[in-house]
């Protein structure tokens, strides 16, 4: 039964604080939580879970010194309790405390190296420090331990390798994405404006025309995002995706046509049509 427990709450710590889901609905919720465990520990204050369970409230409560207060007593009644570590970063993180999350993080993976999310985790801090080669080392890691890895690691780790101005490299993480988990449109969508950006415009084109066909509600957007990026290089291919634009277009619900960003999109469009056959 202790060790069922135990791996529950090793699953709220993971799935509560490294998603960023709360238990508790406001600050109201978080105190009559708090309170209870308050209580609870109070009868029983050697309980190591229960003054787990208390520090995420409290970290989320933004009380950090009791949460690592009571971290630090899971310590003394629970060294093997590992997942303190994991939650102390997150302690550290809301501080903005970067050395220290760092070296929580580096406590748990050293015990749990197993775990995808220390790694995608200290990926975060490591950006904060200022170290981008090491948080793309510990995102290529973060993927390489969970296999398929959740499209945020992957999305993660293209925002990183674009701010360094690797562009192949990201594309290259488009692909890797693409193949693991399928051909998401949005992978796709970033997958070709990188190549664009990268002067790839016959790829990029390619990607375009793929995620026309596998998502034809995408067809508006894409076509004129397409249209853009053959403005100056080809201006027939240009106009042709914005007359393909139009007619998906006029098959739209006056509902839908008359949602602002939509109206946009299409005054947009009309502009662009104009500049190309003035």
Same mark, same amino acid.
């Given at each position: ?32 939580? %708090? ?11 050697? !309980? ?30 629970a060294p ?11 302690? @550290? ?20 190296? +197993? +775990? /995808?999310? /220390? ?21 290529? +890691? ?15 780790? %293209? ?26 449109? !949005? ?12 002067r790839r ?5 390619q990607i ?34 914005? %007359? ?21 999109? @299409?005054?947009?469009? %009309? ?8």
């Amino acid at each position: 039964m202790k060790q069922f427990s135990e791996n529950i709450l090793t699953i709220m710590v993971m799935a509560m604080i490294a998603s960023g889901i709360t238990p508790a609905n406001g600050h109201g919720d978080l105190h009559m939580l %708090i309170s209870r465990l308050d209580e609870e520990i109070a009868r029983n204050p050697s !309980n190591p879970e229960k003054r787990l369970e208390r520090a995420i409230l409290l970290c989320q409560h933004g009380s950090h010194d009791k949460a690592l207060a009571d971290l630090k007593e899971v310590g003394k009644l629970a060294p093997k309790r590992h997942e303190r570590h994991y939650v102390a970063a997150r302690v @550290h993180m809301s501080q903005e405390k970067w050395e220290l999350a760092k070296s929580a993080l580096n406590q748990h993976i050293l015990a749990l190296p +197993q +775990q /995808s999310k /220390s790694y995608f985790l200290r990926s975060q801090v490591q950006i904060k420090r200022g170290k981008p080669s090491d948080a793309v080392a510990d995102m290529n +890691q973060a993927i390489k331990l969970h296999s398929p890895a959740p499209l945020n690691y992957y999305l993660h780790l %293209i925002q990183i390798q674009e701010r360094r101005g690797q562009v192949d490299e990201a594309i290259a993480v488009c692909d890797h994405a693409r193949k693991s988990l399928g051909d998401l449109p !949005n992978i796709m969508m970033i997958q070709a404006r990188l190549l664009r950006g990268g002067r790839r415009i016959e790829e990029a084109s390619q990607i375009y025309a793929q995620i026309r066909k596998k998502t034809p509600s995408l067809t508006f957007s894409v076509s004129l995002e397409e249209a853009q990026m053959w403005e100056k290089t080809n201006p027939q291919k240009s106009l042709s995706l914005l %007359i393909q634009a139009e007619l998906v277009w006029n098959t739209y619900s006056k509902r839908k046509r008359d949602r602002a960003p939509m109206q946009k999109l @299409h005054k947009e469009l %009309i502009t662009k049509k104009q500049f190309l056959t003035r």
